[in-house]
């Protein structure tokens, strides 16, 4: 069982591994830490993850400020790739329910 189980809200939305794995991105994403800086900055780290595990638990199926459902399907499968290629067409199927952290961090801690 993993450390941070898949919180109800996202049970049938995400598998448990999707969710680590976004958790885990997300992490290192809000720490802004590199791969040489982990070991230094992995207590700011765990806090970080706690804390936005935290959010996802009390209320991640819905946007923070607006209250609309999020998309939990479609976390890990933003490729910069195709984005590059298909422009605002491709951005726009992530632009209103792609889960993000920003929004309820400073609630969370």
Not at 15 to 35: D, E, I, N, P, S
Not at 68 to 89: A, F, H, M, Q, V
Request: glycine share 6%; aromatic share 10%; proline share 3%.
């Amino acid at each position: 069982m993993s450390k941070y189980s898949l919180p109800e809200c996202l049970v049938g939305r995400c598998t448990q591994q999707q969710y680590t794995k976004w958790l885990h991105a997300r992490q290192w994403l809000m720490c802004g830490v590199t791969r040489k800086d982990r070991k230094v900055g992995a207590s700011r780290s765990q806090n970080t993850k706690k804390a936005i595990h935290k959010a996802v638990c009390s209320g991640g199926d819905r946007d923070f400020y607006t209250g609309e459902p999020l998309d939990w399907s479609i976390i890990s499968k933003y490729r910069n790739k195709d984005s590059t290629e298909g422009k605002k067409k491709y951005k726009k199927q992530f632009a209103n329910y792609h889960p993000l952290t920003t929004h309820s961090m400073s609630k969370a801690i």
